[in-house]
Nanobody
Framework: VQLVESGGGSVQPGGSLRLSCAAS????????MSWYRQAPGKERELVAR????????DYADSVKGRFTISRDNGKNTQYLQMNNLKPEDTAKYYC?????????WGQGTQVTVPS
């Protein structure tokens, strides 16, 4: 299993970024996917998750209405569109796949929103 994130960077408050996660080594369309983030000194937290076919999504309260998770099963890729970014969104963002009994993680991509 390999998960490779891209699309992070530094953006001013109110700006937007789109993260991508390219997946390989497993049947992507079969499994739900998630995005997590971890800020310095804080625990890793769930940002958003999406069902295997993309019909169902779930978001942390802190990002509802600003972030949108999506996936393209034909491209084995999931996305996180982040709008109206705030300084508190600064963190390393990780793509995750729960394929029992293991949880797989990407290497992460840094998102920085200066205050």
């Amino acid at each position: 299993v390999q998960l490779v994130e891209s699309g992070g960077g530094s953006v001013q408050p109110g700006g937007s970024l789109r993260l991508s996660c390219a997946a390989s080594g497993f049947t992507f369309s079969r499994w739900p996917m998630s995005w997590y983030r971890q800020a310095p000194g804080k625990e890793r937290e769930l940002v958003a998750r999406i069902s295997s076919n993309g019909d169902s999504t779930d978001y942390a309260d802190s990002v509802k209405g600003r972030f949108t998770i999506s996936r393209d099963n034909g491209k084995n890729t999931q996305y996180l569109q982040m709008n109206n970014l705030k300084p508190e969104d600064t963190a390393k963002y990780y793509c995750s796949a729960l394929i029992p009994p293991r949880t797989f993680w990407g290497q992460g991509t840094q998102v920085t929103v200066p205050s």
